[in-house]
T-cell receptor
Framework: ELKVEQNPLFLSMQEGKNYTIYCNYS?????LYWYRQDPGKSLESLFV?????AVKQEGRLMASLDTKARLSTLHITAAVHDLSATYFC?????????????FGKGTHLIIQP | NAGVTQTPKFRVLKTGQSMTLLCAQD?????MYWYRQDPGMGLRLIHY???????AKGEVPDGYNVSRLKKQNFLLGLESAAPSQTSVYFC?????????????FGQGTRLTVV
């Protein structure tokens, strides 16, 4: 059974600071996704990481994937209040009775002005 | 450009009642999924479909049934609702998923079973 663990689950930080969210997963996969969710809203795709060493950046967010360590990171640079949201990582799996994305529990990020 | 549309957006059911949630996508996607989201649990896969006429169980399928009679629609049914099914339900679709294309999510259906 694929397990996806995010940490931290809750993060309060100040504007201008840097921080990293970690996503560990338990079985081999080279398909990892990051989503953002605002309160009461749907999920918005941020990044799709498809190979070991993949790195993608959009604005103040940068995501990376290390398939050997089964670890992805989402790094926030010089945080701003608009980045406050819940961030989910999700890992694609196939077989074992289900094909699809297994999600972490999410990281609730609050950025204080 | 509708994307993925879920109907209804909110619903309150009494225990034992039945209902159907509709998901429609206009992107000609092969894969469609139903997830439920509960506080502190992330999203969990209920059922999924890899094409018209096919369905398969996900992680938490008990108490739910699905049908995909048309490629663009994926229905989620609750035959006898229970309070444990109170949740926010999300439908998603993707062209493929094993090839790394992203999944697009609907706006969600907030269901309360009393």
């Amino acid at each position: 059974e694929l397990k996806v663990e995010q940490n931290p689950l809750f993060l309060s930080m100040q504007e201008g600071k840097n921080y990293t969210i970690y996503c560990n997963y338990s079985t081999t996969s080279d398909r990892l996704y990051w989503y953002r969710q605002d309160p009461g809203k749907s999920l918005e795709s941020l990044f799709v990481l498809l190979s070991n060493g993949a790195v993608k950046q959009e604005g103040r967010l940068m995501a990376s994937l290390d398939t050997k360590a089964r670890l992805s990171t989402l790094h926030i640079t010089a945080a701003v209040h608009d980045l406050s949201a819940t961030y989910f990582c999700a890992v694609f799996h196939s077989g074992g009775g289900a094909d699809g994305l297994t999600f972490g529990k999410g990281t609730h990020l609050i950025i204080q002005p | 450009n509708a994307g993925v549309t879920q109907t209804p957006k909110f619903r309150v059911l009494k225990t034992g009642q039945s209902m159907t949630l509709l998901c429609a996508q206009d992107m000609n996607h092969e894969y469609m999924y139903w997830y439920r989201q509960d506080p502190g649990m992330g999203l969990r896969l209920i059922h999924y479909s890899v094409g018209e006429g096919t369905t398969a169980k996900g992680e938490v399928p008990d108490g739910y049934n699905v049908s995909r009679l048309k490629k663009q629609n994926f229905l989620l049914g609750l035959e006898s609702a229970a309070p444990s099914q109170t949740s926010v339900y999300f439908c998603a679709s993707s062209l493929y998923l094993d090839r790394g294309t992203e999944a697009f999510f609907g706006q969600g259906t907030r269901l309360t079973v009393v």
